[in-house]
């Protein structure tokens, strides 16, 4: 069988399950919960479906032109056939690579919401307020998207920069759009403290980490070690004489979180719980994505806390994202949250490129 018949087959199939599920959807005696599961694959079918019979009227346009346009007796018909031949031809491709990427395996992940952890780097003082930089970068481009935002956890130095930040995000494909932000952030500039005006470089980490359900990850209580402590720090000052605070370390893996932001202590597990699942989901994820690609990486990275993915230069007004060489000369609508969406789109059409290779 040819890798076209191949893939003609597989439409089928596709078209095929359709139908069966719009006939089925039909049936009265369906339960709810049924109902639910056959309409949400029913709704994710759709435009694939749709996708396919564009491209076969494309492709059924093109054969009969084809005789046409070769010899259509009347030049003028001929002339007219060869015009909308041309035409079709020109419109093809698009239509087809439509259709692949939407057979490209889906990141099970893409719809969840978010954990996102930001870390001070090396650089001191100066990488800590180039961390609260970022975090508000996040915060304004979620607000722009419609999203929630929630601040789980803030570590301050009390100069107004960050040691560690911890925020939720959800909404509609945030972990589509955030995953490749996951890496070291770069930054160079003057520090207002540095009289000689000598450019300093700094760096910050940033995780983002899909939220996981308890289905997903299963917590033996057995397995954690949980301490309680006095808040402490702006985020605590309300309930520094309780022991409201909580830390929670998962004794298998030696993952650490600290949750002291609520003035409940039940409220702070519930929290630090949260943000341990997420951890450990994306350890899951991580391991199971280097089992699938261990001889390969996409271009756009492999989400690796460690490594550089962009720089944001303040002298020359410029950020730019290693992995794509994608240079932006507006790095304060970058840091506003305005221009993130260049760099993000620019990601996932790198990301898309290269797994569409892979198929083809």
């Known amino acids: 069988m040819t890798a076209h018949s191949s893939l003609d087959a ?80 020109a419109r093809l491709p698009a239509l087809e690579q439509s259709v692949m990427l939407m057979l490209l395996p889906k990141d099970e992940a893409d719809e969840r919401n978010v954990i996102l952890e930001l870390r001070a780097g090396t650089g001191g003082e100066e990488a800590a307020l180039f961390a609260a930089a970022l975090f508000r970068m996040y915060q304004r481009y979620a607000t722009q998207r419609g999203w929630r935002f929630e601040v789980m956890d803030v570590s301050e130095t009390g100069l107004g920069g960050f040691k560690e930040a911890i925020a939720s995000i959800s909404g509609r494909d945030v972990f589509h759009r955030l995953k490749f932000e996951s890496g070291v952030h770069r930054v160079q500039r003057v520090p207002e403290t540095e009289a000689s005006g000598r450019i300093h470089t700094s760096a910050s980490t940033v995780a983002v980490l899909p939220e996981a359900e308890e289905v997903d990850i299963h917590i033996d209580e057995k397995d954690l070690r949980i301490d309680v402590f006095r808040s402490s720090g702006p985020g605590g000052q309300s309930v520094n004489t309780t022991d409201s605070a909580v830390r929670i370390t ?70 730019t994202d290693h992995r794509i060489n994608l240079t932006l000369y507006k790095i304060d609508k970058v840091l506003n949250g305005e221009a993130l969406d260049e760099f993000i789109d620019a990601l996932l059409a790198e990301d898309q490129a290269a797994r569409l290779a892979e198929v083809e």
Request: hydrophobic letters at 40%; aromatic letters at 2%.
């Open 10 to 89: 597989k439409l089928d199939k596709l078209v095929r399950r359709h139908a069966e599920l719009s006939d089925a959807l039909g049936d009265p005696a369906l339960a709810g919960s049924e109902v639910a599961a056959l309409s949400k694959e029913y709704s994710d079918l759709t435009p694939v479906v749709e996708s396919i019979a564009a491209l076969r009227r494309a492709q059924a346009e093109l054969a009969e032109l084809a005789p046409l346009a070769e010899d259509g007796g009347d030049p003028e018909m001929r002339a007219l056939a060869q015009a909308e031949l041309q035409a079709v031809k």
């Open 250 to 319: 998962h004794l298998p893996t030696g993952l650490v979180v600290s949750q002291q932001d609520e003035k409940s202590q039940h409220k702070n597990k519930a929290k630090a719980l949260k943000v341990l699942r997420a951890r450990l989901y994306e350890r899951e994820r991580q391991a199971r994505a280097a089992e699938r690609a261990a001889s390969r990486r996409s271009q756009v990275g492999s989400g690796d806390r460690s490594e550089r993915i962009r720089t944001y230069n303040f002298p020359q007004g410029r950020a």
